[in-house]
């Protein structure tokens, strides 16, 4: 058992070497493409350097994940609270709707909103980066036990330490889980915000489907790919650590729907 | 429901929600209805309905008015809800016929005759305000009230896009050019959808069988599929090319199937990958959660392993397994817009042609059809999941 934990920490170690040598080293990266593609002359995207676009992608999904996991929570805490509670079935009602909608369209109606580049992107990725965030939080707070919550009031808490202490606590992990998923659907939208201009890892991809060039379109699907899976097993990791460190980690991550 | 202050108001009228539409709505009075533009690319003039129009906004704000006065006058809770869904139908499809119209006589006043009416904030914000309406109403209704509602709506809007009242709306011009390849383009990508999550089915339900029946193949595979649900669509589709035009290369046979690095092959194995996760997860699940009772019941009667899974396992399991197949479904229309950018047909070539010559009618063109797709086809699901649930028939 301890061979085999101690073989899968050496395979990540090198995989993470093998992934940060591919985006940082330009040599390195044009070895493996020659490889991969010898006929291809251009092997190497020479507008934008890949760690620029790596910053860039990171930039955009940090700022628009953080908004939209504030915004997302503070609703979802409002509509749970004795005087937002009218809104409850309402906001509930919408974000389910919304969550139809797909995050590329979304995105794509953010242009004729508010034009091109790195801002409306944002607000895109923001936009709909809130609905599982709110979901979970409103799924989160309302399974907890109601007795629980009668035994904290009946104990002499304030509303806000019910929250703070009881039902905060309680519904974190399903909470965590929501803000996984917001996450890992914008990594993946963030890569079609190349269309709108915002730069980031999907730059690439689509400079590399314009010219017809297989070894641009997969560097940047590799790095994007290696951006998802790596920040998807640091939240599994960070559930595991916090929340039940015998589960896999996996229950409670409600699916990555619509990853896009 | 009767408040402290007297028996005449009911909670459920003088929500906070019906106040915060009646707010928006008065907002989008304000704001701009429309712009008009003199070509498909302009920027645009803004015109508020208040200043296009005195008398309609003057209607609309007494109409916005209804709910509130109602909240204050004794009736039977029916009649408001009526009142409710009738004020909501009003502001949902009144913003349009105001903005062609209005819209219209502009174009023919300042003599633009290829100008165009585009939708602008508070075409949106009457909208929204009278969907807010509409879902207090359908909370307090009963029964199929809602769903005719919504369907006698849709009729209304797509009369009056028939008898040819919205032509001047922009991007219903934008359709008119394109109308043949509108319906080729829906119908490819309603096609590469369905093969995508067809395939799934055909694999992701014997996948999700026997990770039940095989505990020691339940963790490889899992974690297999849902590492692929987390690679970004864009970045899946372009990891296809590489092998697969490598393949149509080495072997002409594939070549004559036509499968090539880039087109519909790479977009549909893709989109098939993807909705693996939904689909696999949910028969897992429905398998592990029935009831040993049941099956214990079942052998007691003598069924062999096979009866017990076709008569038993599947009837109960199958809600749950087409809830996976719904929302695998709805993530597939939308995923297939992004297909448009590996040569796949569908939707999403109107999409990104729209913000390739950054023609902002163009856009909404196309994610007007790919976001109703979505609703119309989550809305079926719904309803068949609600008939498949055993013993129950009236599920919303």
């Known amino acids: 058992m301890k061979a085999r934990s101690s073989l899968i920490v050496v395979t990540f170690i090198v995989l993470f070497l093998v992934f940060g040598s591919f985006v940082f080293s330009v040599s390195f990266r044009a070895t493996i493409l020659r490889v991969l593609f010898p006929a291809t002359r251009e092997l190497i995207y020479l507008r934008t350097g890949l760690p620029h676009m790596l910053g860039e992608h990171l930039s955009l999904v940090l700022l628009s994940s953080v908004l939209a996991s504030l915004a997302g929570f503070s609703l979802g805490v409002f509509v749970t609270r004795s005087c937002g509670r009218d809104f409850l079935p309402l906001v509930r009602g919408l974000s389910n709707f919304a969550q139809t909608f797909p995050p590329v369209a979304i995105l794509a109606l953010a242009f004729p909103v508010l034009g091109f580049g790195f801002r409306p992107t944002v607000a895109a990725l923001f936009a709909f980066g809130i609905l599982p965030v709110l979901n979970n939080t409103i799924e989160g707070i309302e399974s907890v036990d109601a007795g629980l919550i009668e035994a904290a009031q009946g104990q002499g808490m304030t509303p806000s330490q019910v929250l703070l202490q009881t039902e905060l606590p309680l519904a974190a992990r399903v909470i965590v889980a929501g803000i996984r998923t917001s996450v890992i659907i914008n990594i993946g939208t963030a890569t079609i915000g190349a269309t709108i201009g915002a730069g980031g890892l999907g730059t690439v991809i689509i400079a590399g489907l314009v010219r017809n060039n297989t070894a641009f379109v997969f560097t940047g699907a590799v790095t994007a790919a290696g951006v998802a899976l790596a920040t998807d097993w640091l939240f599994s990791r960070l559930e595991q650590v916090f929340f039940n460190p015998q589960d896999g980690g996996r229950s409670g991550h409600d699916s990555t729907r619509h990853s896009s | ?396």
Request: charged share 10%; proline share 5%; hydrophobic share 55%.
């Open chain 2, 1 to 396: 429901m009767v408040t402290d202050s007297g028996a005449t108001v009911e909670s459920w009228l003088v929500r906070k929600p019906v106040v915060f539409a009646v707010i928006i709505g008065a907002t989008g009075v304000f704001l701009p209805l429309f712009t008009i533009r003199e070509h498909r690319l302009d920027g645009g003039t803004g015109l508020s309905l208040l200043s296009a129009s005195v008398p309609y906004s003057v209607f609309l704000t007494a109409c916005l008015m209804v709910p509130v006065v109602i909240s204050l006058v004794r009736m039977p809770a029916r009649v408001r809800a009526g009142f409710l869904a009738g004020i909501g139908s009003v502001l949902i499809v009144l913003p349009w016929l105001l903005a062609a119209t209005i819209g219209s006589s502009v174009l023919v006043e300042r003599e633009l005759g290829l100008g165009r009416v585009a939708p602008a904030g508070g075409f949106w914000f009457l909208i929204l305000s009278g969907i807010i309406l509409f879902s207090e109403f359908s909370r307090a209704a009963q029964g199929w009230t809602g769903t005719l509602l919504v369907v006698a709506i849709s009729l209304c809007l797509f009369v009056m896009f028939w008898l040819g009242l919205l032509e001047d709306i922009a991007f219903i011009r934008e359709y008119r050019v394109r109308e043949e390849r509108f319906f080729s383009e829906l119908i490819a990508h309603l096609r590469i959808a369905a093969m995508a999550v067809g395939s799934a089915v055909l694999v992701g339900v014997p996948a999700g069988i026997a990770s039940y029946r095989y505990p020691v193949v339940r963790k490889p595979v899992f974690s297999v599929v849902s590492g692929l649900q987390t690679i970004p669509s864009l970045a899946l589709f372009g990891l296809m090319i590489a092998p697969l035009a490598f393949l149509s290369q080495r072997y002409p046979f594939l070549r004559q199937l036509g499968i090539r690095g880039i087109g519909n092959a790479p977009a549909i194995i893709a989109l098939f990958l993807y909705s693996l996760l939904p689909i696999l997860r949910n028969t897992y699940t429905s398998l592990s959660v029935m009831d040993p009772a049941v099956i214990e019941a079942g052998k007691g009667m003598g069924m062999t392993q096979k009866q017990l899974l076709f008569m038993l396992e599947i009837p109960v399991a199958l809600p749950i397994i087409l809830s996976g197949i719904r929302v695998a479904s709805v993530q597939t229309v939308g995923n297939t817009t992004v297909a448009a950018l590996i040569g796949a047909g569908g939707l999403g070539n109107f999409v990104f042609q729209g913000l390739g010559q950054a023609a902002p009618d163009l856009i909404v063109m196309g994610v007007i059809p790919i976001v109703v797709l979505a609703i119309v086809i989550d809305r079926v699901f719904g309803f068949f999941i609600g008939r498949a649930i055993p013993g129950v028939r009236t599920v919303e």
